[in-house]
């Protein structure tokens, strides 16, 4: 007997497509991730992404006069590879840069151990007190230690005033030196926080059973804090590393011509060269040996971190 379609079936309701959505977000975690980061992914392709991309194509470019020919060329990437001027800058910016982070970690380790492991109370008053001298202006900064490192700045007439020097120290301003000291200071900070952080973790029950088997203070660091820090220095290392070849203020005011970096030509390109392409190309050039540079760092400290733990 053939059964009646209208007895003993109920009719699903119809969802509407708010209902449907509203279901498929709350089963997809990805997708409500993604649409929480959205605003901040459509802020990025517009000031980052679109530029860069501009930037590569106007790379294969070539200035003709006012105006670029849009033709594609390697004209561009010729010149640079064939320039014994840019090798020379292009490896005294890694130099630098290199110096200055590792300088930059050496001086701010302390100042975060201590805040990390005997500060009890107000360790947050401690860190805003660190970070309290970054909060003025980049520019400032610079020009006081142009009157610190100066011929006759603050260390020059102080060694003079002890009697440890009889002539100013000339490698002070002006000189490789002084922009690996203006950079250090100036990027500390950066360099303070995930230090910190990383020392924060670290169990400090791990430190007390490394005390009952004996280890005196010493050992106890090499043994067991500073390998349990290391990711927090490897993260300062390339926060400090990568901003810094692109440093073009700092070499400019106290670097003089022994102290030049690439980002200075680059900068040069754009302005009174006004041969963007080729800027554009030198700027790429520098951010994929960059890139190079921290991934090989990035494994290398990888594979002596799975070493010391």
């Known amino acids: 007997m053939p059964r009646n379609p209208s007895y003993g079936v109920a009719l699903r309701p119809q969802r509407s497509w708010e209902s449907r959505l509203r279901i498929f977000l709350m089963r997809s975690e990805s997708l409500r991730g993604y649409l929480l980061l959205s605003p901040t992914l459509i802020v990025m392709l517009l000031s980052m992404c679109v530029p860069f991309a501009l930037m590569v194509a ?14 594609f060329s ?36 302390p100042m975060a151990y201590y805040v990390a492991f005997h500060v009890q109370r107000r360790k ?15 520019l400032l900064r610079v020009f006081a230690w ?15 005033w002890v009697g440890l020097i009889e002539e100013p120290l000339e490698f002070l301003l002006y000189s490789p030196t002084a922009v690996v000291i203006t950079l250090a200071h100036a ?37 067991v804090t500073l390998p349990l820090s290391l990711p927090g220095v490897i993260a300062a290392m390339l926060l400090i590393f990568v901003p810094t070849v692109g440093d073009y203020v700092t070499p400019a005011l106290v670097g003089g011509s022994d ?23 030198l700027a790429i050039i520098m951010m994929i040996i960059v890139t190079v540079v ?12 799975d070493r010391i733990v």
């Open 58 to 71: 106007m790379s294969f470019w070539t200035q003709n006069g006012f105006d670029f020919d849009k033709s």
């Open 74 to 109: 390697l004209t561009n990437y010729r010149k640079a590879a064939a320039s014994p001027v840019l090798e020379v800058l292009l490896i005294r910016s890694l130099i630098i840069s290199g110096t200055c982070a590792i300088f930059t970690v050496l001086i701010s380790y």
């Open 124 to 138: 947050m008053l401690w860190i805003i007190l660190m970070t309290l001298p970054f909060w003025t202006s980049y």
């Open 146 to 160: 142009m009157v610190i490192l100066g011929y006759n700045g603050a260390i020059n007439s102080g060694l003079k």
């Open 187 to 223: 990027w500390a900070a950066f360099a303070i926080l995930p230090i910190y952080v990383s020392l924060e973790k670290i169990d400090r029950s791990l430190l007390e059973a490394a005390a009952d088997l004996g280890d005196g203070p010493i050992t106890r660091f090499l043994r």
């Open 259 to 281: 102290g030049m970096m690439i980002a200075n030509i680059i900068q040069v390109q754009f302005g009174r060269a006004n041969n963007w392409p080729m800027g554009s190309a």
């Open 294 to 305: 921290a991934l090989i760092y990035m494994w290398a400290a990888r594979k002596a971190t």
